[in-house]
């Protein structure tokens, strides 16, 4: 998922992306380090499909 966001500083708009990822265990995963694969592989697609994604791997 992701979000645009819009912070005033003395006035001043900063303007900013959110991504955030999850992913699910399933029973037959190797282990954390192939969900953590999965999940930043999903992250990474999304944000190279533009804004406001969902990917599902």
């Known amino acids: 998922m992701s979000a645009q966001l819009e912070?005033?500083?003395?006035?001043y708009p900063i303007h900013f992306t959110v991504s955030?990822?999850?992913?699910?265990?399933?029973?037959?995963?190797?282990?954390?380090?192939s969900i953590l694969k999965?999940?930043?592989q999903a992250?990474?697609?999304a944000k190279k499909s533009g804004r406001t994604t969902v990917?599902?791997?």
């Open 7 to 11: 912070v005033r500083v003395d006035e």
């Open 43 to 45: 992250l990474y697609m």
């Open 38 to 40: 999965l999940a930043g």
């Open 20 to 33: 955030v990822c999850s992913s699910t265990w399933q029973e037959d995963d190797a282990g954390i380090d």
């Open 55 to 57: 990917e599902i791997i």
